[in-house]
């Protein structure tokens, strides 16, 4: 099992900073895929940004140019930096990390983080 724990989320005032962490632990092989996704009420579950162990990344269109995504290998851990906050970022933003755990079966399993509020207001 793999256990993300985020931190970093609250209340920050429109065209302002938050920095989202989420840290990753348990029992497993390697890491592949981590990244982060919302949810605002009434909505579906989005992906933000994403990056894979070679540190390519992926972006969604809300987020280019004003969020960075990064990760340390070492430490199991991803980041998201969100800058130029606007009302509409408000969500439930999820940690999320595709888990290989066996060297012998290439299959990777889902994991989320339970959830961190950033709330932005206008």
């Known amino acids: 099992q793999v256990q993300l724990v985020e931190s970093g989320g609250g209340l920050v005032q429109a065209g302002g900073s938050l920095r989202l962490s989420c840290a990753a632990s348990?029992?497993?092989?390697?890491?592949?895929?981590m990244g982060w996704y919302r949810q605002a009420p009434g909505k579906q579950r989005e992906l933000v940004a994403d990056?894979?162990?070679?540190?390519?990344?992926n972006y969604a269109d809300s987020a280019q140019d004003r969020f960075t995504i990064s990760r340390d290998n070492a430490k199991n851990t991803v980041s998201l930096q969100m800058n130029s906050l606007k009302p509409e970022d408000t969500a439930v933003y999820y940690c999320?990390?595709?888990?290989?755990?066996?060297?012998?079966?290439?299959?990777?399993?889902?994991?989320w983080g339970q959830g961190t509020q950033v709330t932005v207001s206008s």
């Open positions: 999320y990390a595709a888990v290989r755990h066996s060297v012998l079966n290439t299959r990777q399993n889902a994991y």
């Open positions: 348990g029992t497993f092989f390697s890491i592949n895929v």
């Open positions: 990056i894979a162990s070679g540190r390519s990344t």
